[in-house]
């Protein structure tokens, strides 16, 4: 077994360090999402937090780590007697994120449970975490039928596993803990709430603290057993802290004043629900316990509300989290001494909010829209001028009809377009392709029944044999590649359209996030194109670089098709199961370049060569138009739709699929 690096000697991080340990005080304070950029030593602390909690009392024998004091009555072991059990060292359990349904769930014998009517059951990670930590590293990528089970088990304390009528229950409480990098995509909000506190980490800028991570890091590889030797004594006493810290955990009290803090906080911040009222409170206790008192004091309160409420308080995923802490101090300065008064805060025992130290130094770890128009206000014809105008601020954004790729794929679950998935209504069956995991009963019965009689079948039960399973085939969505490409040249920028463009664009990237798409974002203007953002499932970062995107220049349209097509190939070698759909955005106008028209034909004509899925958001405006974007459409074998009619709302539909046109 490998020796992790000691939680002590993590440089820095403090507010990472605390919440861990907030949590390891009171684990009723539900997890921590750790979001920072990769290399922040996100991983290293959350696992090396296992070896400084307690070790647990379990029955012995038990593969679901019941509790000896209280055993679970329903657990698949039991059931047990109460009394004596063992002592183990509690669990991190890691969960990765393409790990299929039965590994954490568990798995049932099928075959057994049809034919014998024996529930064997093999437990999964739910089981291995109960009582323990469950650590999943970038959950921000977890697949959303992972994510379901996860939410089930958080809210009910309990894993539950049915088959075809066969059922089976354990109880499953854990220490949620996940690590994300925000620029690889955001979280669904559901399990989001779910996790108590939320930390910010990035890596310090301070040159001495850099040297003493190196140093330390350099010094665990070379030897790890010596390196974690010379920390014993840190990570003995911060053990010993959290043991006294729980035993005074029950008697610490939460007065009125604080609760009415604690209340107006969440109330000021607009969060949604109760859940984060109770997160706080938890989390001042905690605090006040970690601190080795027995009263919370209001800056238990503010350091709650800093740990608890970042994550949210969010309305629009691309809002910039964290919380307004001017807005936060005159809050909680109104309701200031209401209820019972907080102790000295300069007495024992003050200030919960610091971790322990370690040897090395310690710091925390943590334009306006012009005019879009040619010279004199009037709009720039195609092609003219080659000046870059300032970024235009994007218009209000709108919900987007549906665009969808047609036909049936098997890419990654998503809520886009029809797919083959593990989840959704069943549709057939075939015969099983490694092993079953979804059964279809009826199949399964009807391909075993005319071999009864052949098998010596005598008592009531069927005889089924392995090759009379079947898998049954669903179908539900999945997401798909929004790959935009956008023009940024002078004939956009006329008129202001371009407002009005990066409106509908930011509308269709939040109609992408909502849909578990991936995005990429590939520009056009002047004499070549551009990827401003590679396929990525951060669809906060494809909203900040159309954000700053300029304009201006001629409108070399063949080139940004070709830039694209380029962008799809390579993505189709890293991820050939997910389908792309290609939204164009542009007036259709091409210039630069001999021949740039019949250029952009041949590009466009690469996609429909591919069957790529593609539609073009007609951006052209006034009483004479031209109809190029129809044009381009049909070029690229998809189909044409204005800004007007890409809202939902629109008189022209209530939903328009992507179809390619009949040959």
Same mark, same amino acid.
């Given at each position: ?7 002590? =000697?993590?440089?820095? #991080?403090?507010? &990472?360090?605390?919440? &861990? ?53 329903? /657990? ?53 975490? $109960? ?17 379901? %089970? ?97 035993? *005074? %955990? ?15 906080? /969440? ?28 009263? !919370? ?25 964290? &919380? ?55 709009? #720039? ?26 036909? %049936? ?26 092993? *079953? ?8 019965? #009807? ?33 798909? %590649? ?13 008129? #202001? ?6 409106? =509908?664009?930011?509308?269709?990237? *939040? ?53 694209? $097509? ?6 189709? &070698? ?31 004509? *690469? ?8 539609? !073009? ?23 044409? !739709? ?12 209530? !939903? ?8």
């Amino acid at each position: 077994m490998s020796t992790p690096f000691p939680f002590t =000697a993590v440089v820095g #991080q403090e507010d &990472l360090r605390l919440a &861990l340990l907030l949590n390891a005080v009171s684990p009723a304070v539900g997890g921590v999402l750790v979001r920072g950029e990769k290399g922040t030593a996100k991983s290293t602390a959350v696992r090396a937090l296992s070896a400084l909690l307690p070790e647990v009392a379990v029955v012995p024998g038990c593969r679901f780590s019941c509790d000896p004091a209280a055993p679970d009555p329903s /657990c698949p072991d039991g059931p047990h007697e109460a009394g004596n059990g063992g002592m183990r060292p509690s669990r991190m359990v890691e969960l990765p994120v393409g790990a299929s349904e039965d590994r954490l769930v568990g798995a049932l014998d099928i075959e057994r449970a049809l034919a014998e009517g024996v529930k064997a059951f093999e437990p999964g990670l739910l089981a291995d975490a $109960h009582r323990g930590i469950l650590y999943v590293d970038e959950v921000n990528l977890l697949h959303d039928h992972l994510v379901d %089970l996860l939410l089930d088990a958080a809210a009910m304390g309990a894993s539950y596993v049915e088959r075809e009528g066969v059922s089976v229950r354990h109880a499953s409480k854990f220490l949620l803990v996940g690590t994300m990098n925000p620029e690889e995509g955001e979280l669904r909000p559901q399990l989001l709430d779910r996790f108590g506190l939320t930390v910010e980490v990035a890596a310090s800028r301070e040159p001495d603290q850099r040297v003493e991570v190196v140093r330390r890091r350099l010094a665990y590889d070379d030897d790890p057993a010596g390196f974690a030797a010379r920390w014993a004594d840190e990570e003995s006493a911060v053990r010993q802290r959290i043991v006294a810290a729980r035993e *005074l %955990l029950p008697s610490v009290r939460l007065g009125d004043g604080a609760l009415r803090q604690i209340a107006a906080t /969440c109330a000021a911040f607009e969060v949604d629900g109760m859940r984060a009222d109770i997160v706080m409170a938890r989390t001042a206790t905690a605090l006040a316990a970690w601190a080795g008192r027995t009263d !919370v004091l209001a800056e238990d309160v503010r350091q709650a509300a800093l740990l608890a409420l970042p994550h949210r308080r969010r309305r629009n995923p691309f809002d910039a989290p964290g &919380l307004d802490e001017d807005k936060l101090d005159e809050t909680l300065a109104e309701f200031s001494g209401e209820g019972d008064e907080d102790p000295d805060p300069d007495g024992p025992g003050g200030g919960g909010g610091q971790p322990p130290s370690s040897d090395g130094p310690q710091t925390d770890g943590g334009s306006g829209a012009q005019p879009e128009a040619g010279d004199g206000g009037e709009p #720039q014809p195609s092609g003219a001028g080659s000046g870059e105008q300032s970024a235009a601020r994007a218009s209000e954004p709108f919900r987007t009809k549906v665009l969808s790729v047609p036909g %049936l794929g098997d890419g990654a679950a998503g809520r886009r377009s029809r797919a083959r998935t593990e989840h959704g209504r069943t549709t057939g069956a075939r015969r099983p392709q490694g092993a *079953l995991t979804k059964l279809h009963l009826a199949a399964t019965v #009807q391909a075993a029944a005319p071999h009864q009689r052949a098998r010596g079948r005598t008592g009531r039960g069927l005889v089924v044999r392995r090759d009379d399973l079947r898998q049954a085939t669903r179908e539900g969505r999945e997401g798909n %590649l929004v790959l935009f490409v956008v023009d940024a040249s002078g004939s956009m920028a006329a008129r #202001q359209r371009m407002s009005a463009v990066k409106g =509908a664009v930011l509308s269709l990237l *939040l109609d992408a996030y909502q849909r578990r798409d991936k995005v990429g974002l590939v520009t056009f203007r002047g004499s070549a194109a551009e990827v401003a953002l590679p396929p990525t499932s951060s669809v906060d970062a494809a909203a900040a670089r159309l954000e700053t995107l300029p304009t201006g220049g001629r409108t070399p349209l063949a080139a940004g098709l070709l830039r694209a $097509h380029e962008v799809l190939r390579v993505e189709r &070698l890293r991820d050939p199961a997910r389908r792309a759909l290609v939204v164009v955005v542009t007036d259709g106008r091409a210039t630069g370049g001999p021949e740039p028209v019949a250029l952009a034909g041949r590009a466009a004509r *690469l996609f429909a060569a591919d069957g790529v899925a593609s539609v !073009v958001v007609d951006c052209e405006s006034g009483p004479v138009r031209l109809g190029l974007a129809g044009q381009l459409a049909g070029e690229l074998d998809g189909t044409a !739709v204005t800004l007007d009619e890409l809202r939902a709302d629109s008189i022209a539909g209530l !939903v328009k699929d992507v179809q390619r046109r009949a040959a």
